[in-house]
């Protein structure tokens, strides 16, 4: 199963996956979010959303030239990282996306959430306490090495 995205209009799952980037793995305790690259994937029962979803996807799993709009940290990297989306401002994702004006505040505001829900599923995978309490039972994010 998918984690649900709240606060969007139609109904929307996600799952991140994280991918190595390198052979020089992090150790299980001290994962470093600039060592992995992310793979997000979901559905929407809603073709708008669904087409919203394909773009962050497509955004944060490209090269870095997609991303520095929405991270400002990216340049000179050939991998948008785990880090750089961790920096997103999910409040702005659609403003520095040029999609704010187009869209309706609800469709605005499940944009942020889509991003606050990955930046948490990336925060939970790489070990971060605060997300590891959470209850993630409906995710099945995961890690690659």
Known sequence: NKERVPGCIATV?????????SDNRPTAKAKDPNEYRVILEGSADAMLSGGLLAL??????GSDATTEKVASDTEG??????A??????????????GL????????NDGM??????????IKSLLGDDECSSLDTSDETSSVVA
């Open 84 to 97: 750089d989306i961790l920096k997103v401002n999910p409040e702005v994702i659609t403003t520095a996306m």
């Open 77 to 82: 990297n050939d991998t948008v990282t785990a």
């Open 13 to 21: 799952h996600l799952k991140t996956t994280l991918i190595a980037i």
């Open 112 to 121: 942020t959430s889509m991003v606050r829900v990955v930046q948490r599923q």
């Open 100 to 107: 704010q004006s187009v869209l309706s505040r609800g469709r």
């Open 56 to 61: 962050l996807s497509d955004t944060f799993g």
